[in-house]
């Protein structure tokens, strides 16, 4: 079945730059969607790629797909305390199901 | 801008009971789904339903759950006799089509179980 795998923890200091890892197994998926969680609240959705892209970028933030490894990346720049929060890769095939990975504690450091 | 609501935001439960979540999904979406947050663990997806009729379910989404959309609005996850283990946070989401970019999440509501 589908899987999704991401590190559990990335610490950064303020103003540098985050990346956040993402592997999945579905060689079928079309969209891959990186969204985010801050304590106590919903899903809010980042930014997401089409499987035939290998990158976008949407203002501080800049996704790399490598559909051969299966692996998507999400890089903020100048990353903020304000992103503090766990951020979780996604992928569907198209169909209804999302597959969502581990979810990415990210801590920022003032 | 238009957002998935859910009520209530936490709901406390007796093990044994019966419980009703609630979710107000956009209003033009016709695609509706039910995810699971375990505390510490990944979104789980539940069911989806489209057309009044469930189009895609889980192994977690056995007997004990069912799902409604008793009018225009509304969409409802039952838990019948809730268990422990089903303390979680669950997230309604909504999309205007199968296979559209993007599902949108309600703000979720965190079941405990006791």
């Known amino acids: 079945g589908e899987d999704v795998e991401q590190s559990l923890f990335l610490s950064v200091r303020e103003g540098d730059s985050s990346v956040i890892n993402c592997t999945y197994t579905?060689?079928?998926?079309?969209?891959l969607y990186w969204y985010k969680q801050e304590p106590g609240a919903g899903l809010q959705l980042l930014t997401y790629?089409?499987?035939?892209?290998d990158m976008k970028q949407d203002q501080r933030l800049t996704v790399l797909l490598n559909k051969k490894d299966k692996h998507l990346s999400l890089r903020i720049a100048d990353t903020q305390t304000g992103d503090s929060a766990i951020y979780f890769c996604?992928?569907?095939?198209?169909?209804?199901?999302?597959?969502f990975g581990t979810g990415t504690k990210l801590q920022v450091i003032p | 801008e238009p957002e998935v609501t859910q009520t209530p935001s936490h709901q406390v439960t007796q093990m044994g009971q019966e419980v009703i979540l609630r979710c107000v999904p956009i209003?033009?979406?016709?695609?509706f789904y039910w995810y699971r947050q375990i505390l510490g663990q990944k979104v789980e997806f539940l069911v989806s339903?489209?057309?009044?009729?469930?189009?895609?379910k889980s192994e977690i989404f056995d007997d004990q759950f069912s799902v409604e959309r008793p009018d225009g609005s509304n969409f409802t996850l039952k838990i019948r006799s809730t268990k422990l283990e089903d303390s979680a946070m669950y997230f309604c989401?909504?999309?205007?089509?199968?296979?559209?970019?993007?599902?949108?999440f309600g703000q979720g509501t965190r079941l405990t179980v006791v």
């Open positions: 989401a909504s999309s205007e089509a199968m296979g559209d970019t993007e599902a949108f």
């Open positions: 579905d060689s079928s998926s079309t969209y």
């Open positions: 790629i089409f499987s035939n892209m």
């Open positions: 996604a992928e569907t095939r198209g169909y209804q199901k999302v597959t």
């Open positions: 209003s033009n979406h016709l695609y």
């Open positions: 339903f489209y057309n009044n009729e469930i189009s895609e």
